[in-house]
Nanobody, 117 residues
């Protein structure tokens, strides 16, 4: 299974960040995968953002929940992160990843997103 993130590298403050993860070699509807978004701000550790499950269920980090939504397009085997009202604190490398039973088994290479005017 391979994952590839795509989206803009630069977003202006107050706008919505949208990133798409394209999955190949496996279906996003396959039980028991959970498809996550994770980020790493500069000089900081990894922060889990949320996931969409193989069945379409979603769950978000409570600290980001009000600004986060994750959707999917099963026809394209993609899932998408939307993070609204971004600030420079949302600058990070964003990763998509596949988890089984709480362990991440596949990762995308990551994409840098900078929030700046």
């Amino acid at each position: 299974v391979q994952l590839q993130e795509s989206g803009p590298g630069l977003v202006k403050p107050s706008q919505t960040l949208s990133l798409t993860c394209t999955v190949s070699g496996g279906s996003i509807t396959t039980n028991p995968y959970y498809w996550s978004w994770i980020r790493q701000p500069p000089g900081k550790g990894l922060e889990w953002i949320g996931y969409i499950g193989y069945n379409g269920d979603t769950y978000y980090n409570p600290s980001l929940q009000k600004r986060t939504s994750i959707s999917r397009d099963t026809s394209k085997n993609q899932f998408t992160l939307h993070l609204s009202s971004v600030t420079p604190d949302d600058t990070a490398v964003y990763y998509c990843a596949a988890a089984i039973g709480g362990s991440y088994v596949y990762w995308g290479q990551g994409t840098q997103v900078t929030v700046s005017s």
